[in-house]
């Protein structure tokens, strides 16, 4: 079966650095996405990783640890705009379908 | 904007009712996904489609639910016989298969059943 692991909540200050955490164990593994999600509104794409490091992508950046099944979403300079929900999603065989967590609602207070 | 589109965006409709969603997807994706969502929890895959094939179906997936894309560009699915745990967002998105093949999501339908 299939298993994504991600905080529920987390809460941090504008300006501030945030680490969402991602922990999964899946059948098989063809790449680790992360996704925003505002309320109300559809996911977006936000990074994707496949072979092992990070992935740096302007104020986001995201890790990968294959052999540990854990992945993480780094959210520098925090911005109000960047309350939402972080999904992080696993491909896990062929090239199609991901299977979700259950999302990481971060709030970003003044 | 992702260029996915879905309509209606609202749904109500009353136990035991049939309802129909659409989906176009971005003109060059020829993949296609639905995805249902409820509050507090991440988007649930549904069913897949490459082109006008559908080829792969979620087992979670009841009898009442079928999917169509028949020209291998719009897609509907079909909730028959509506019942109150169907209440949901219906997620549709569309990937083109290369590189990162990162999907694309619509806006969604917000489905209720009373």
């Known amino acids: 079966g299939q298993n994504i692991d991600q905080p529920t909540e987390m809460t941090a200050t504008e300006g501030a650095i945030v680490q969402i955490n991602c922990t999964y164990q899946?059948?098989?593994?063809?790449?680790l996405f992360w996704y925003q999600q505002h309320a109300g509104e559809a996911p977006t794409f936000l990074s994707y990783?496949?072979?092992?490091g990070l992935e740096e992508k302007g104020r986001f950046s995201s890790f990968l640890s294959r052999s540990k099944g854990y992945s993480y979403l780094l959210l520098k300079e925090l911005q109000m705009k960047d309350s939402a929900s972080y999904l992080c999603a696993v491909r896990d065989k062929g090239y199609s379908t991901l299977t979700f967590g259950k999302g990481t609602m971060l709030l970003v207070s003044p | 904007d992702t260029g996915v589109s879905q309509d209606p965006r609202h749904k109500i409709t009353k136990r035991g009712q049939n309802v129909t969603f659409r989906c176009d997807p971005i003109s060059e994706h020829n993949r296609l996904y639905w995805y249902r969502q409820t509050l507090g929890q991440g988007p649930e895959f549904l069913t897949y489609f490459q082109n006008e094939a559908q080829l792969e179906k979620s087992r979670l997936l009841s009898d009442r639910f079928s999917a169509e894309r028949p020209k291998g560009s719009f897609s509907t699915l079909e909730i028959q016989r509506t019942e109150q745990g169907d209440s949901a967002m219906y997620l549709c998105?569309?990937?083109?298969?290369?590189?990162?093949?990162?999907?694309?999501f619509g806006p969604g339908t917000r489905l209720t059943v009373l």
């Open positions: 899946t059948s098989g593994f063809n790449g």
């Open positions: 998105a569309s990937s083109s298969g290369v590189g990162y093949n990162e999907q694309f």
């Open positions: 990783n496949v072979l092992d």
